[in-house]
């Protein structure tokens, strides 16, 4: 693989850009693989590169039914956080922010890591007093996060409305400095880049049409570009766990949800921080184009479309308007939707299932793009060594006989 470089970027503007290879291979599925892991996301692709990279195993293929870059990876608000109340949940997504803060170094592909900080706004004393519960527990497991008062949150971002004329006054917030925002579809790009070249098969426009099982086990994956063994098959398919499991022959305890978002026309830089607030349900940063990205709430109903609802965005811009007036003229310019999947709990499950090769990380909710390199991180060290690593542990599907659920529902900072 060819570093990026100063120098490779000056070298080739002077050649005309004509020298550059590409990024990853397309490669033609072979009969069998040491591994298969089932979607090309930014989890998958983490899982694949990680895989190789601090396992050894590189006879590993990653499927995705369309292209890199096509699916959930590409349709999220892009917000990088760790501000999660429970301590298993702070773990794991603060092992992830650990490994965004040195990504693109690790992969030499820039992921435009931005910590520009996370606000999560307070509007009315149980928001405070679920704020400052949240920055003590934060700190208790060693996460950065602290708590702002009135003024500190007006002089932190300046055009956010936060006096007692307000329809939706700010009591203060919790801010983590650390956060921020990353490109998102150049982190798959990135990571099929550097799996690519550790000898993994990116094999695209690859859609898995089911699974041949034998002893409890999977013994073939067929796919609409013929079919193939593997000794292990890691699923990793946000939005569509529950058919694929299906097909596998056993059922995920999640759901199905379209969570959209939409972006406004280019401005100059306004907003250089991320603000969320949960009360009013909508989040906003802006993009290094310009855009204001803004995103809120899952549609209520089932299901596996890419569009989402007019209610959603009609409450969208009411709720971001009423915390920024000064936002009322932009136009907005266009909007996506994703597919979720949401577990009871709103945490995700990683670790084995009923079927003995087979291995699950799913049901992400909205937390998905933030957890990415730490996602695949844990996710690689199950697949390699057959059983959890001590991060994902607790996020095993057995949790949901056991009892032990880790509920993030009203502490992932907007209620979903």
């Known amino acids: 693989m060819r570093t990026y470089s100063a120098l490779a970027l000056l070298r080739e503007g002077l050649s005309g850009h004509r020298g550059w290879q590409r990024a990853w ?90 910590q520009r900080g996370v606000m999560n706004l307070a509007h009315n004393l149980g928001d405070v007093r679920e704020g400052k519960r949240r920055v ?57 880049r550097a799996a690519s070249a550790r000898g993994v098969d990116i094999i695209q426009n690859c859609e898995v049409t ?10 073939a994956i067929e796919t609409t570009r013929g079919s193939m063994t593997a000794g292990k098959v890691g699923m990793v398919v946000a939005g569509h766990s529950s058919v694929l499991a299906d097909m596998a022959g056993f059922r995920l305890p999640v759901e199905s949800h379209t969570l959209q978002a939409l972006v406004s026309e280019p401005v100059k830089p306004v907003l250089d921080t991320v603000v ?65 999947d949401i577990c009871p709990d709103a945490s995700p499950i990683i670790g084995r299932t009923p079927l003995d090769n087979l291995f699950i990380n799913c049901g992400w909710g909205t937390g998905g793009f933030k957890a990415t390199p730490g996602s695949g991180h844990v996710f690689a060290h199950t697949i ?19 009892g032990r659920l880790i509920d993030e529902h009203g502490a992932a900072a907007v209620a979903h």
């Open 25 to 114: 291979a397309d490669a033609t599925p072979k009969p069998h693989y040491d591994v298969v892991i089932i979607g090309g996301g930014g989890h998958g692709l983490a899982t694949a590169h990680y895989l190789a990279a601090e396992h050894g195993i590189s006879n590993v293929a990653v499927l995705e039914k369309g292209w890199i870059g096509g699916g959930n990876t590409g349709r999220n608000t892009t917000i990088v956080r760790s501000n999660y109340l429970w301590d298993e949940s702070a773990r794991l997504y603060d092992h992830a922010l650990g490994l965004w803060e040195g990504l693109s170094d690790a992969l030499n592909y820039n992921v435009m890591f931005s």
């Open 136 to 192: 003590n527990a934060l700190r208790l497991n060693g996460v950065d996060s602290e708590w702002l008062e009135p003024a500190a949150v007006k002089a932190f971002c300046p055009p956010l409305e936060v006096g007692a004329a307000a329809r939706y006054p700010v009591m203060g917030a919790t801010l983590q400095r650390r956060a921020g925002t990353a490109r998102h579809d150049a982190v798959a790009w990135g990571y099929a």
């Open 210 to 219: 089911g699974f041949r099982r034998e002893g409890g086990r999977i013994a």
């Open 276 to 340: 969320m607030s949960n009360a009013v349900h909508v989040y906003v940063s802006q993009s290094d184009k310009g855009e204001l990205v803004i995103g809120a709430g899952i549609d209520d109903y089932l299901s596996y479309a890419q569009r989402g609802s007019f209610p959603v965005i009609e409450h969208q811009m009411g709720a971001l308007l009423a915390l920024f007036p000064s936002f009322s003229r932009l136009r907005m310019l266009r909007g996506w939707g994703g597919t979720v």
């Open 384 to 402: 390699a060594r057959g059983e959890p690593h001590p991060l994902a542990a607790p996020f095993g599907l057995e949790r949901f006989t056991s």
